[in-house]
């Protein structure tokens, strides 16, 4: 079985769609003999044709717009978006049409599309090319969010998402892109779109996050274990819908967690996992609950991201609050 | 010479009416037998008469914000006529002529518009867009879907509709370029009723004609007399009948005026003179139509009298959209409109408790006097 990095696992899971369903087409800008500029839809265009891998012009609002026509005349547009900081004006018609032209219909059209974009920083980006936008997306009734954070979840979520009747954006942490390689089997099994996964079991805090943040957590806990502290780790992966269970019952047996995310704290979907928390969780926890996230400012330039971005060490010193309270 | 001209653009306007209804010269060869017209000025009075009857059931407390479309039937009656069944119709909010005409019945508008979910579906036009009410976001829908009939190499096209207000919106301009970058079997066709709510034409935008938007993107645009419903039909389907033989999209723009507010939340008033409105009446659609029918001698007044009686019969079951009218409950929202026939859809039952569906045992309108959808 081929290690693959999290570029080649999504590719891996494109080729896959794309030679089971002859309604998968991919659209975006540079996706075709360029490959994509992350590379990830590379030598697709070679082996599907230009008909089922286009270069669009350069407007992503007619990206995520005629993904949605396609979608309702029954294709499954895979669409790119190059960066997050550019998937904004995607948002009118996620919001406006993707999500809802199912309920806008009553069933009689939908919108089966996945919108891809890279997203975080930690690789040096220029300005708008590192953001964190997920909670965006995730208060958007309607639309699945997908974080992936290892090549094998990549695989098998973007297969559910290409697959799942309805839209779904699939956000992919650039920062792991090609940190990491796995076995990556080509199986063709999805994974669910509806689960958070256990990365490390432990009974003494529980660590939630999503994308690349999750390798800082296994850190984090690996660091604690040193101490004698048992950290269990979650890969939240859907955000939309959140499996809350999971979680709630990870805290109830640790009583304590620490969220964790790289997008601003305000507002950001770690509030919504505390307000879960905070109402069916309350009297699980034996502590406060702890977020490490990133700043309520702007995503700085490159030189200041390392100071922005969640450490291990902020995350330790998350868990150790936590585990300060008797 | 240092400079030179490389490259030149005309934008051809077309009328075949004139306002008293006579023609200004050889007509389209559908317009050579006046009994074609006929279900055209059916059509558009039909489309007044609904928006009569919706403004008045918005007045009396029965419906909520509605889109009336007074002045302008014939765009829509127009351009839906020029559809073939088997296109696809991505409308903007003010188009219920050319959905009528598709075969979304009154009752089905009327339940939208009155707040009712089981109006979000039509029986009609299958793969006909729902109305899109954001403004120009709907136009990279039907760039889609036209890209869909391309790929599986369907002789189809794809009519959107919007107004000149959204041709200040990107989403308009992207979806036009990429239509004609990728020779999509698009139409799109504005609906210029020169006022954007308040925001008249001039103000929009400083171009001379808004067909000229074309020219940016790469593809035919021509302007054309929007009051004038043998003009529409006759430009709208030469552009559909180009996009279905590959020869890609176009840009059609229909002069017409808003008679009406912009929508019943709004007052005019506020900001234009009743005395343009009323110059403007005297270029009514309708009464050009009409004009011109009763002078080639297919239209009396005994015709007029008995759609006249038929739109009010249809007006007059709608009240019972009324009273009766309970909220709709859970079971009133899922009750199935689409098991109705279409055109039948007033007989429809609601509820699971044997209440009858307040909303119009009255509109058989479009079953008494619709003409039949597109051929």
């Known amino acids: 079985m081929a290690e693959r990095n999290l570029v080649e696992a999504i590719n891996l899971a494109l080729a896959r769609a794309m030679t089971e369903d002859p309604r998968v087409v991919i659209l975006g800008e540079d996706v075709g003999r360029d490959g994509g500029v992350f590379r990830v839809t590379d030598g697709l265009l070679e082996r599907f044709g230009s008909e089922r891998v286009l270069d669009t012009p350069l407007a992503e609002a007619a990206i995520a717009g005629v993904s949605v026509g396609l979608a309702a005349q029954g294709f499954r547009p895979v669409a790119e978006i190059q960066f997050m900081g550019f998937a904004y004006s995607t948002i009118d018609q996620l919001l406006n049409h993707a999500s809802r032209l199912r309920t806008r219909t009553r069933g009689r059209l939908s919108c089966p599309m996945v919108l891809r974009t890279p997203c975080g920083g930690g690789i040096h980006a220029p300005e708008h090319h590192s953001e964190s936008g997920e909670a965006c997306f995730t208060n958007i009734p309607g639309l699945r969010v997908v974080v992936p954070s290892s090549p094998k979840r990549a695989y098998g979520l973007l297969l559910a998402a290409i697959r799942d009747p309805d839209p779904v954006v699939f956000l992919e942490p650039t920062r792991i892109y090609r940190a990491l390689r796995e076995e990556v089997a080509d199986s063709g099994e999805a994974m669910p779109l509806d689960s958070t996964f256990t990365l490390r079991e432990g009974r003494d805090v529980t660590l939630v996050g999503w994308g690349a943040v999750t390798l800082d957590l296994l850190s984090a806990a690996e660091r604690l274990a040193v101490d004698g502290v048992e950290a269990e780790v979650l890969d939240v992966a859907t955000l939309v819908p959140l499996d809350a269970a999971r979680i709630l019952a990870s805290v109830e047996k640790t009583g304590r967690c620490v969220i964790c995310h790289e997008a601003p704290l305000s507002a950001g979907f770690g509030a919504e996992i505390a307000a879960r928390l905070a109402g069916p969780g309350l009297y699980s926890l034996l502590a406060p609950v702890e977020r490490v996230a990133g700043y309520d400012t702007v995503m700085p330039l490159p030189r200041l991201e390392r100071s922005y971005l969640p450490s291990v060490e902020r995350i330790l010193a998350g868990a150790r609050r936590a585990l300060s309270h008797a | ?375």
Request: glycine share 10%.
């Open chain 2, 1 to 375: 010479m240092p400079k030179r001209s490389i490259a030149q653009f005309a934008v051809d306007y077309t009328q075949y009416l004139a306002p008293d209804g006579s023609a200004l010269g050889p007509l389209p060869s559908f317009a050579e037998d006046a009994a074609n017209l006929v279900p055209l000025y059916r059509g558009m009075v039909l489309t007044r008469a609904f928006d009569a009857k919706a403004i008045a059931l918005q007045r009396t407390g029965r419906l909520g914000t509605f889109a009336s479309s007074l002045g302008q039937e014939a765009v829509g009656i127009g351009a839906a006529s020029a559809m073939l069944r088997d296109d696809v119709l991505v409308p903007s909010f003010r188009d219920q002529a050319a959905q009528l005409w598709r075969g979304v019945s009154a009752l089905e508008l009327l339940l939208y518009w009155g707040g009712d979910e089981r109006g979000s579906d039509f029986a009609g036009p299958r793969e006909d867009f729902p109305i899109a009410v954001p403004v120009a976001s709907h136009a990279p829908h039907a760039a889609g879907a036209a890209l869909a009939f391309k790929l599986r190499r369907e002789r189809r096209a794809v009519l959107c509709i919007l107004g000149d207000g959204a041709t200040s919106k990107g989403d308009f301009y992207e979806a036009l370029n990429l239509a004609g970058a990728w020779h999509l079997p698009l139409v799109i066709l504005i609906n210029n009723n020169q006022w954007a709510i308040s925001v008249p034409r001039a103000a929009q935008s400083a171009a001379e004609t808004l067909a000229q938007k074309a020219i940016a993107a790469g593809v035919p645009g021509e302007q054309l007399d929007g009051n004038d419903v043998l003009a529409v039909r006759e430009r709208v389907a030469a552009a559909l009948a180009r996009a279905r033989e590959g020869g890609g999209a176009s840009l059609v723009e229909a002069v017409t005026y808003r008679l009406d507010d912009h929508t019943t939340a709004d007052d005019a008033r506020r900001y234009r003179d009743d005395a343009e409105v009323s110059r403007h009446w005297e270029n009514d659609p309708v009464a050009r139509l009409r004009a011109h029918l009763v002078a080639r001698g297919v239209w009396s007044r005994a015709e007029e009298e008995h759609v006249l009686a038929e739109t009010a019969r249809g007006g007059e079951g709608s009240r019972s959209l009324s009273r009766d009218s309970a909220p709709a409950g859970r079971g009133h929202v899922r009750l199935p409109l689409r098991k109705a026939a279409p055109g039948n859809a007033g007989r429809a039952r609601g509820g699971g408790r044997g209440r009858k569906v307040p909303w119009l045992s009255a509109i058989s309108w479009r079953r008494s006097i619709w003409p039949s959808p597109a051929r």
